[in-house]
């Protein structure tokens, strides 16, 4: 069964000070991970999508790298607006790698 | 903006009661996805439709059903609701490829 672990569960961070965010993973031929941001009430937004070890991408503030069992969301010199529950999913073998198995995510406050 | 929109936003019924939540994907879109997101379960898919037909399930109940119309608008009917089927519903859509997947802004489900 494929599992999607996320931590820390939560992460408070001061204005301006870096750190990451670990999705680990155990997918049988991992078809692409993918992250979400979500804010309080609202619907998940796409991040990015990782297909192979190595890869990284970027996004103003954040970078998403890729390793064969784990992947990083690292954020450099975080904004309050960059308060939000971070997600990782991968296509889930049960549905066919049709639907997202989404990790618990890690809940993120910037403090000013 | 995701381009996936849902209504209603909120929803309060009453337990025993039938729902219908409504889904338009994103122009061009012909996925669509179904997932419930409550406080205890993180995000759950419940069930895909592609271009009319099912596709994939997920831990849908028996309850709660779905169909996907020739204009590729979608619709969850949930029935005889229970205090537990409180949550937030998200619609997603996905291109062609079935990769990516845009969320709504969802719709908050109360059941009193």
């Known amino acids: 069964e494929d599992q999607v672990t996320q931590s820390p569960e939560a992460l408070r961070l001061q204005e301006g000070e870096s750190s990451s965010l670990n999705c680990s993973y155990t997918?049988?031929?991992?078809?692409?991970l993918f992250w979400y941001r979500q804010d309080p009430g609202k619907g998940p937004e796409f991040l990015f999508t990782?297909?192979?070890a190595g890869e990284e991408k970027e996004k103003e503030r954040l970078k998403a790298t890729l390793t064969k069992k784990e992947s990083f969301l690292h954020i450099t010199a975080p904004k309050p607006e960059d308060s939000a529950t971070y997600l990782c999913a991968v296509p889930g073998k049960d549905t066919g790698r049709r639907a997202l198995t989404f990790g618990s995510g890690t809940r993120l406050q910037v403090q000013p | 903006d995701s381009g996936v929109t849902q209504t209603p936003k909120h929803l309060i019924t009453a337990t025993g009661q039938r729902v219908t939540l409504r889904c338009s994907p994103r122009?061009?879109?012909?996925?669509v996805y179904w997932y419930q997101q409550s406080l205890d379960q993180g995000l759950q898919f419940l069930i895909q439709?592609?271009?009319?037909?099912?596709?994939a399930k997920g831990n849908i109940l028996e309850r709660f059903s779905a169909q996907q119309f020739p204009d590729l608008h979608s619709e969850l009917n949930l029935s005889s609701l229970e205090l537990g089927d409180s949550a937030l519903y998200f619609c997603?859509?996905?291109?062609?490829?079935?990769?990516?997947?845009?969320f709504g802004p969802g719709t908050r489900l109360l059941v009193l």
């Open positions: 997603a859509s996905s291109g062609p490829s079935a990769e990516t997947q845009y």
């Open positions: 997918v049988s031929g991992l078809r692409g």
């Open positions: 439709y592609y271009n009319g037909e099912e596709r």
């Open positions: 990782l297909y192979s």
């Open positions: 122009s061009g879109d012909l996925s």
